[in-house]
Each structure stands twice: as structure tokens, then as C-alpha cells.
């Protein structure tokens, strides 16, 4: 006799997910009103937006979350004709020109990581330093640092560094929760920094696709976020700066941290104990972590430099607009590749249609994210947000208010770029219309963005680092880093406080 399959959590949640997503469609068919073209439907524009973030909530499914959502908006919108507006909104946003920028500029970011992970450039520079490395605080110090230029991909950069890094650091007896600490601090703040950074390139995009009035008299929505929104990313800077602090001993271990290094002062193994995990009466057996990509023969430190450079190089030629700088400094690297013979016109090929293919969910929840998003702006989405709360913020509070009321929502499950993509156009507005700095406000809720991936239990970046550690459980990870991410947090809350009282 066959014995029948019990319903798991997982299950369960996925079960729910699917019902507030059902709820949403009859509650629609039978409730809302179907208005003629450029009316505005008032509170029903917020069920899109609740439905996405209670589906992903229970699911943890965002490309899924992203579809039902788009279709939930079309059906609003053109309710019985959602067969045919469904596909012709695809059609209308995909096919914008400034909405294929972005997606080109994604496609561009997959075939830089490519780039790396092919030649295995990237585990070449950082094994190249670990090898001058003579000290632990020195160890953790350089593992910090080599976030900065590998951030052109921030799982890349956490793969290469927890891979390459924390044996370097078991010889100084770091546990590995401190490794994957310094690692989670150190890969997405640099990307937010720097103009080769994956996810600010990829704010500058949401401004351009969202057709944001801000960024008038700026090259492109990354030029205004280069000038007017970087000075403002106080968490970013201040989880770096924790962790420079905490490497160098002026800030001290606590709780878990601090007993994960007692366990390896006494002999014990840097890696934390594991959980057993069983599901069905079977113990699971958990999946290898992904390695670093080798580095082929002829790889040397030229040729983790050269595309960098090259990057930056046509990026402030053409004014920070890296559909531009990303274009022609790959090709600049491919040549170089090629002459140094690391690789063959056939490996370029290869980066770039392997690299297109890496993007393409991110290209796919960006076609039903444009749906999503421009649907609720014909419908005065925004205009209702705003309108509503417009009363009960002022200019001195609203950055603070941003970040922490996101971050409350990004440690419950991380949206990571889809948040800015949903929440962008409403900060501007509320910014914009009681008089508060609009680029303080937006990186208050880059900030909380960046707090979710540093800190929820849902983060892929938490992941990868525990993956490329060792595959260390993410739950002792997280708690062990816990009251490192706070003190960075209440930092950047209290800068946000004064910066909106002061300026």
C-alpha cells in the first residue's frame, strides 16, 4: 500500500498563496469597477501591490508573484478582454524604447558575469591577494575589500570570495559565520557604491523605465542617482563601516558570533553545527555548493583589470550611461582576450549568449514588471498612495519613515530589486509633494533594500555566501551577524533623522 504524501509547510504556504491570489481575481470580477480609459480607481489600484507581497510572502515565488499580478492589473484594467490586453501590454511596454534599454542593460550585466566566470578572472585576483595575506585581521580586511571590484555581479562576488576566502581564513581560525558576515557586509554596499555596481545601475534603470521627472537635465536616470542619491546611502555605509570596525576589533564579538570563536579557540571546527533535516521520514540530503570557476592558463591579473577599467573608461565617456560604457568595454575586453589568447571569438560568442540566458528570468520578471507597474500608473496607483499619506508625513521625518517602515517589510522577505521597481514612483511623489529631499528619500529606501539582502532569512545573497562558505546553515549565520546588522542600522536611522531635520 502506497503511502499517501503529507502535506508540508511549504505546501501549505504555496496552498494560501495561490487562494490570496484567487481572493484577488473574484474580489475584482465581482466588486471593482470597470471605468473608462483614464479614470482612476482609488483604493482597488492597492491590490496588485498586496497581492504580490502576501503571494511572495507565503510562496517566496517572485517571478511567479510577478506574473499573477501583472495579469491581476490587465484584468482590473480591461477585465473580460484580459486575453488580448494581456499580450498587447506585453507588447506596448517591452517594445518601448526606453523600457528594451533596460532590459538590454540586464542582458549586458549577465554577460559580464560570464565574462569572469568563464576565464575565471575574478578567482584569479582574489587568490592572487589572499597570497599576500599575513595576519587575520589582514585576512578579513582583504576579504572585505575584494567586494569592491567584483561587485559587477554581487552573486558572483559572494561566490568567488566564500569560496576562495574562507579557507584562508579557517588557518586564522575564523568560524565560518564571521566569514560569511564579512561577506554579506561586503558584496551588495560596494554594488550600491560604485558606478560599475549591479544594483545601482540598476536603480538609474528604474528611474528611466518609470519616465521619473527627477532625472531632467541628467544623461540618464544612473547620472541623477551618481549626483544626487549616493551621498544618501547611509546604510550601505554604515554596514560597511560596522564591519571595518568589528575586523579590527574596535567594536566586540557578541552573543552567537563570539561563542562561534570560543568553539574554534578550543578546536573546534569553523564550520557551525548542521540541523538534520527530515522531510517524510527520510533524512534530506542537502546540495553541494556551487565552486568558484578555475581560472584557464593563461589567465593573470591584466585580465580581471583590463574590463574594469574599460568599464569605467566608456562609462564617463558617455556620461554614465552604461548601456554605452558596458557595451564597448566588453568588446574592448573581448579583443583583449583574444590577443592574449585566453580566449577564441567562438568564447566570445559564448559570454554573450550565455550571459543573455543567465539574465533571462530577470528580463522576464521586468516584461511583467513593466505590465505591473504601468497598468497601476494609468489607473492612479501613485496619485492614491500619495494622496492618502501626503497629510500625516512631514519633509523632516520622511526619509526616516522610509527606511524604517521598508526595512520592517524586507527582513519579512526580501524583495531585493523588486521593491524599488513597485515603491520608486510613490517615495518621488511623497518626497516631491510635501517638499523633503527627494534623493535622501530614495536612498533611504535603497538602504532598506540593502538591509533585507543583508539580513532576512529569505535573502539569496544570505544564500549564496552560506553556500560558497561551506554551506553552513543560513539560520546560524543570520543570528550569529544579527546585532552587527542592527548597530548599522540604528546608525543609519539616526542619520536619516538628522539629515532631515538639518537639511
Same mark, same amino acid.
Request: proline share 4%; with cysteine; aromatic share 16%.
Given at each position: 500500500?502506497?503511502?499517501?504524501?503529507?502535506?508540508t509547510?511549504?505546501?501549505?504556504?504555496?496552498?494560501?498563496?495561490?487562494?490570496?491570489?484567487?481572493?484577488?481575481?473574484?474580489?475584482?470580477?465581482?466588486?471593482?469597477?470597470?471605468?473608462?480609459e483614464g479614470?482612476?480607481?482609488?483604493i482597488?489600484?492597492?491590490?496588485?501591490?498586496?497581492?504580490?507581497?502576501?503571494?511572495?510572502?507565503?510562496?517566496?515565488?517572485?517571478?511567479?508573484?510577478?506574473?499573477?499580478?501583472?495579469?491581476?492589473?490587465?484584468?482590473?484594467?480591461?477585465?473580460?478582454?484580459?486575453?488580448?490586453?494581456?499580450?498587447?501590454?506585453?507588447?506596448?511596454?517591452?517594445?518601448?524604447?526606453?523600457?528594451?534599454?533596460?532590459?538590454?542593460?540586464?542582458?549586458?550585466?549577465?554577460?559580464?558575469?560570464?565574462?569572469?566566470?568563464?576565464?575565471?578572472?575574478?578567482?584569479?585576483?582574489?587568490?592572487w591577494?589572499?597570497?599576500?595575506?599575513?595576519?587575520?585581521?589582514?585576512?578579513?580586511?582583504?576579504?572585505?575589500?575584494?567586494?569592491?571590484?567584483?561587485?559587477?555581479d554581487?552573486?558572483?562576488?559572494?561566490?568567488?570570495?566564500?569560496?576562495?576566502?574562507?579557507?584562508?581564513?579557517?588557518?586564522?581560525?575564523?568560524?565560518?559565520?564571521?566569514?560569511?558576515?564579512?561577506?554579506?557586509?561586503?558584496?551588495?554596499a560596494?554594488?550600491?557604491?560604485?558606478?560599475i555596481?549591479?544594483?545601482?545601475?540598476y536603480?538609474?534603470?528604474?528611474?528611466?523605465?518609470?519616465?521619473?521627472?527627477?532625472?531632467?537635465?541628467?544623461?540618464?536616470?544612473?547620472?541623477?542617482?551618481?549626483?544626487?542619491?549616493?551621498?544618501?546611502?547611509?546604510?550601505?555605509?554604515?554596514?560597511?563601516?560596522?564591519?571595518?570596525l568589528?575586523?579590527?576589533?574596535?567594536?566586540?564579538?557578541?552573543?552567537k558570533?563570539?561563542?562561534?570563536?570560543?568553539?574554534?579557540?578550543?578546536?573546534?571546527?569553523?564550520?557551525?553545527?548542521?540541523?538534520i533535516?527530515?522531510a517524510?521520514?527520510?533524512?534530506?540530503?542537502?546540495?553541494?555548493?556551487?565552486?568558484?570557476?578555475?581560472?584557464?592558463?593563461?589567465?593573470?591579473?591584466?585580465?580581471?583589470?583590463? +574590463? $574594469? #577599467?574599460?568599464?569605467? %573608461?566608456? !562609462?564617463?565617456?558617455?556620461?554614465?550611461? /552604461?548601456?554605452y *560604457?558596458?557595451t564597448?568595454?566588453?568588446?574592448?575586453?573581448?579583443?583583449?582576450?583574444?590577443?592574449?589568447?585566453?580566449?577564441?571569438?567562438?568564447?566570445?560568442k559564448?559570454?554573450?549568449?550565455?550571459?543573455?540566458?543567465?539574465?533571462?528570468?530577470?528580463?522576464?520578471?521586468?516584461?511583467?514588471?513593466?505590465?505591473?507597474?504601468n497598468?497601476?500608473?494609468?489607473?492612479?496607483?501613485?496619485?492614491?498612495?500619495?494622496?492618502?499619506?501626503?497629510?500625516?508625513?512631514?519633509?523632516?521625518?520622511?526619509?526616516?519613515?522610509?527606511?524604517?517602515?521598508?526595512?520592517?517589510?524586507?527582513i519579512?522577505?526580501?524583495?531585493?530589486?523588486?521593491?524599488?521597481?513597485?515603491?520608486? +514612483? $510613490? #517615495?518621488?511623489?511623497? %518626497?516631491? !509633494?510635501?517638499?523633503?529631499?527627494v534623493? /535622501?528619500?530614495? *536612498?533611504?529606501?535603497?538602504?532598506?533594500?540593502?538591509?533585507?539582502?543583508?539580513?532576512?532569512?529569505?535573502?539569496?545573497?544570505?544564500?549564496?555566501?552560506?553556500?560558497?562558505?561551506?554551506?553552513?546553515?543560513?539560520?546560524?549565520?543570520?543570528?550569529?551577524?544579527?546585532?552587527?546588522?542592527?548597530?548599522?542600522?540604528?546608525?543609519?536611522?539616526?542619520?536619516?533623522?538628522?539629515?532631515?531635520?538639518?537639511?
Amino acid at each position: 500500500m502506497e503511502r499517501r504524501p503529507r502535506w508540508t509547510k511549504s505546501k501549505v504556504k504555496d496552498m494560501m498563496g495561490y487562494l490570496v491570489v484567487l481572493a484577488c481575481f473574484v474580489a475584482t470580477a465581482v466588486f471593482a469597477p470597470q471605468l473608462e480609459e483614464g479614470a482612476k480607481y482609488g483604493i482597488w489600484t492597492m491590490l496588485p501591490p498586496l497581492c504580490i507581497f502576501a503571494f511572495i510572502l507565503l510562496t517566496k515565488k517572485i517571478l511567479e508573484g510577478f506574473f499573477w499580478t501583472s495579469l491581476l492589473a490587465v484584468f482590473l484594467r480591461f477585465r473580460w478582454n484580459i486575453l488580448q490586453g494581456f499580450v498587447d501590454q506585453i507588447f506596448e511596454n517591452v517594445t518601448d524604447w526606453d523600457n528594451w534599454w533596460v532590459i538590454y542593460l540586464f542582458l549586458l550585466g549577465g554577460a559580464i558575469t560570464y565574462l569572469f566566470k568563464i576565464s575565471g578572472a575574478g578567482t584569479f585576483f582574489a587568490r592572487w591577494i589572499a597570497k599576500k595575506i599575513k595576519n587575520k585581521k589582514a585576512a578579513l580586511f582583504v576579504t572585505s575589500l575584494l567586494g569592491w571590484p567584483l561587485c559587477v555581479d554581487d552573486y558572483m562576488s559572494g561566490l568567488v570570495l566564500g569560496n576562495v576566502m574562507s579557507p584562508v581564513l579557517d588557518e586564522y581560525g575564523v568560524p565560518r559565520e564571521m566569514a560569511a558576515y564579512v561577506i554579506r557586509a561586503s558584496v551588495t554596499a560596494p554594488a550600491c557604491i560604485l558606478p560599475i555596481g549591479c544594483w545601482g545601475i540598476y536603480v538609474g534603470a528604474v528611474f528611466d523605465m518609470w519616465k521619473l521627472n527627477i532625472v531632467d537635465g541628467y544623461a540618464s536616470g544612473f547620472g541623477y542617482y551618481l549626483a544626487k542619491v549616493l551621498p544618501w546611502l547611509f546604510f550601505p555605509f554604515a554596514v560597511i563601516l560596522v564591519c571595518w570596525l568589528i575586523i579590527f576589533g574596535v567594536i566586540p564579538m557578541f552573543g552567537k558570533m563570539k561563542r562561534a570563536y570560543k568553539r574554534v579557540e578550543d578546536g573546534g571546527s569553523p564550520f557551525p553545527p548542521k540541523e538534520i533535516h527530515v522531510a517524510d521520514g527520510e533524512i534530506v540530503k542537502e546540495e553541494e555548493p556551487e565552486k568558484a570557476p578555475e581560472p584557464r592558463k593563461r589567465v593573470n591579473i591584466s585580465h580581471f583589470i583590463v +574590463p $574594469i #577599467v574599460a568599464i569605467f %573608461a566608456f !562609462g564617463y565617456i558617455f556620461e554614465w550611461d /552604461m548601456a554605452y *560604457g558596458i557595451t564597448w568595454g566588453l568588446l574592448a575586453s573581448f579583443l583583449y582576450y583574444c590577443i592574449t589568447g585566453v580566449f577564441t571569438t567562438d568564447d566570445a560568442k559564448n559570454v554573450v549568449t550565455d550571459g543573455f540566458g543567465y539574465m533571462s528570468q530577470m528580463c522576464i520578471m521586468m516584461g511583467f514588471g513593466l505590465v505591473l507597474c504601468n497598468n497601476l500608473d494609468a489607473m492612479g496607483f501613485v496619485d492614491f498612495v500619495v494622496g492618502s499619506v501626503q497629510g500625516f508625513v512631514t519633509p523632516a521625518f520622511l526619509p526616516l519613515i522610509i527606511f524604517f517602515a521598508f526595512s520592517c517589510t524586507e527582513i519579512l522577505v526580501t524583495f531585493n530589486y523588486t521593491l524599488y521597481l513597485i515603491a520608486m +514612483p $510613490i #517615495v518621488v511623489a511623497l %518626497a516631491q !509633494g510635501c517638499g523633503a529631499n527627494v534623493g /535622501m528619500c530614495i *536612498g533611504a529606501l535603497v538602504s532598506s533594500g540593502v538591509f533585507g539582502y543583508c539580513l532576512a532569512f529569505s535573502s539569496d545573497g544570505g544564500m549564496i555566501a552560506c553556500g560558497s562558505c561551506g554551506n553552513i546553515d543560513i539560520y546560524e549565520q543570520n543570528t550569529s551577524q544579527y546585532i552587527f546588522m542592527l548597530i548599522a542600522w540604528v546608525l543609519a536611522a539616526v542619520g536619516y533623522l538628522v539629515c532631515g531635520f538639518v537639511l
